[in-house]
């Protein structure tokens, strides 16, 4: 089940406004304490209590796309408490959210280093195609990001698991959560690029 958690990137959609863009602070079971940026502060004081929004939060799981309302009225200090209503649809009916774009990054097999291209990522795995193939189903690899896609350089171990044609799939073994979200971040933000 996709929940709204403390840090998740939330998205508000209104007729008094284009997008409201926020990060949730606090989580109760009925609302959710929203945080945001000066930058959108005349959008948030355009909303009065009961208004009706569409919401979007980003977890590291998929879209919670949700009909919520205004709470309490946006606060002088950068704070909206919304609805915390029933998801209306799972956007991606996979336990990660998965973008398709193409970057270059590194994949070890006992002590060969190969570079790679990636397909399409999750925080779960990777689709890539390797430079040279040496790689079996059933392989334990060690893969290593770079931190031009992810702010910092990533390093996991993960486990080949199939192959399409030339595309070989791993699912990652060993990750650290910070990692893990990481990735799941990295993925939101290209999806929402795409809109």
């Not at 406004?17 to 606090?26: K, N, T, V």
């Not at 189903?137 to 486990?159: H, R, T």
Request: overall charge negative; some cysteine; charged content about 30%.
């Amino acid at each position: 089940m996709i929940e709204a958690k403390r840090g998740q990137i939330v998205i508000i959609k209104n007729p008094k406004f284009p997008e409201l863009e926020g990060i949730i602070e606090a989580v109760e079971e009925d609302r959710l304490k929203i945080y945001y940026p000066k930058e959108y502060e005349s959008y948030a004081w355009a909303l009065s209590e009961g208004d009706e929004l569409f919401v979007r939060v980003h977890t590291r799981f998929g879209i919670k796309p949700m009909r919520s309302m205004v709470i309490c009225a946006p606060s002088s200090d950068g704070e909206l408490v919304i609805e915390n209503a029933s998801s209306l649809s799972v956007q991606q009916k996979r336990e990660y959210v998965r973008a398709a774009i193409k970057f270059n990054f590194f994949i070890k097999k006992d002590e060969n280093l190969v570079r790679a291209v990636c397909e399409d990522i999750s925080a779960g795995g990777i689709k890539f195609v390797p430079d040279e193939y040496i790689f079996n189903i059933g392989d334990d690899v060690e893969i290593k990001f770079l931190s031009e896609e992810f702010e910092k350089d990533i390093n996991l171990k993960a486990l080949i698991i199939n192959s399409i044609g030339e595309k070989l799939i791993a699912k990652y073994t060993v990750i650290s959560e910070f990692d893990r979200d990481k990735i799941a971040g990295f993925c939101i933000k290209i999806l929402d690029e795409r809109g």
